[in-house]
C-alpha cells in the first residue's frame, strides 16, 4: 500500500497570504489528522476529519481550516498567514478498527514545510 | 487524554539494548499506551501499542508494569538508525477530543 502523501513538500509565502495544502491519505482509511509541528510548541493538533466531517478540533484560530472530499482526501487551508505559522504541517491517516480509535495507530506522511516572510 | 513523563534523552550503544521508560500515573482503564517515533526530518512513526498485556512487534517491544502505571519500550539491538525521538502517548478508547497529544519526548543518541 502506498503511504499517506503531502503536496506539496515545500511552500515559501508572505505575511498576509493565504496557502492550501493537500493530503492524500492511505487508501482505505477514512480519518485524516492534521497537526503543526514548531520548535518551540513542538507536535500541535489541529484538526481530524472521518466522512467528511470534521469530528475533533485543536486549540487554533478560525485561520486555520479544513474539509475532506468523499475520497477521504483532504486539505488544510490557512489564511492571512502570520511569520508564526512558518512550521511543518503533517497529516496522519487511521481507520476506524474495531478496537476503538483508542487502540488504532496513526500513519504519518512526510509533512510541508511552509516558510512565512 | 492522560499525561505523560518520560526523560529528556537518552544515550546508548549501537547493537546494545535499550530500554525508554514512560510514566503515566494518572492512566485510566481503557486508556492505550502508544509509543511514536520520529526521525530527523521525517514525520512520526508509529512503533507500538498495547493496553494491557506486553507487546512485541518487528520493531519493538512494549512492556507494561501490571499496576499500568509505567511503561517500557525496547529497542532489542540498537542500530544508527534507530536514533529519534521517541513519545509516549495515551489514547482513551474514543481517541481523544485533541488528536494525539504529543509531549517533548526522549531524545535517544546512538553511539556507533
Known amino acids: 500500500k502506498a503511504g499517506v502523501t503531502q503536496t506539496p513538500r515545500y511552500l515559501i509565502k508572505t505575511r498576509g497570504q493565504q496557502v492550501t495544502l493537500s493530503c492524500s491519505p492511505i487508501?482505505?482509511?477514512?480519518?485524516v489528522s492534521w497537526y503543526q509541528q514548531t520548535p518551540g510548541q513542538g507536535l500541535q493538533f489541529l484538526f481530524e476529519?472521518?466522512?467528511?466531517?470534521?469530528?475533533n478540533k485543536g486549540n487554533f484560530p478560525g485561520r486555520f481550516s479544513g474539509r475532506q472530499f468523499s475520497n477521504s482526501r483532504s486539505e488544510m487551508n490557512v489564511s492571512t498567514l502570520e511569520l508564526g505559522d512558518s512550521a511543518l504541517y503533517l497529516c496522519?491517516?487511521?481507520?476506524?478498527?474495531?478496537?476503538?480509535?483508542?487502540?488504532?495507530?496513526?500513519?504519518f506522511g512526510p509533512g510541508t514545510r511552509l516558510t512565512v516572510l | 487524554d492522560a499525561k505523560t513523563t518520560q526523560p529528556n534523552s537518552m544515550e546508548s550503544n549501537e547493537e546494545e539494548p535499550v530500554h525508554l521508560p514512560c510514566n503515566h500515573s494518572?492512566?485510566?482503564?481503557?486508556?492505550?499506551i502508544h509509543w511514536y517515533r520520529q526521525l530527523p526530518s521525517q514525520g512520526p512513526e508509529y512503533v507500538i501499542h498495547?493496553?494491557?498485556s506486553n507487546v512485541n512487534n518487528r520493531m519493538a517491544s512494549l512492556a507494561i508494569a501490571e499496576d499500568r502505571k509505567s511503561s517500557t519500550l525496547i529497542l532489542h539491538r540498537a542500530t544508527l538508525r534507530d536514533a529519534a525521538v521517541y513519545y509516549c502517548?495515551?489514547?482513551?478508547f474514543g481517541g481523544g477530543a485533541d488528536g494525539l497529544t504529543f509531549g517533548k519526548g526522549t531524545h535517544l543518541i546512538i553511539q556507533p
Open positions: 496522519a491517516s487511521s481507520s476506524d478498527g474495531t478496537s476503538g480509535r483508542g487502540g488504532n495507530e496513526q500513519f
Open positions: 487508501s482505505g482509511h477514512r480519518s
Open positions: 476529519y472521518f466522512s467528511e466531517t470534521q469530528r
Open positions: 494518572t492512566i485510566s482503564g481503557t486508556d492505550y
Open positions: 498495547g493496553l494491557t
Open positions: 502517548i495515551l489514547r482513551g
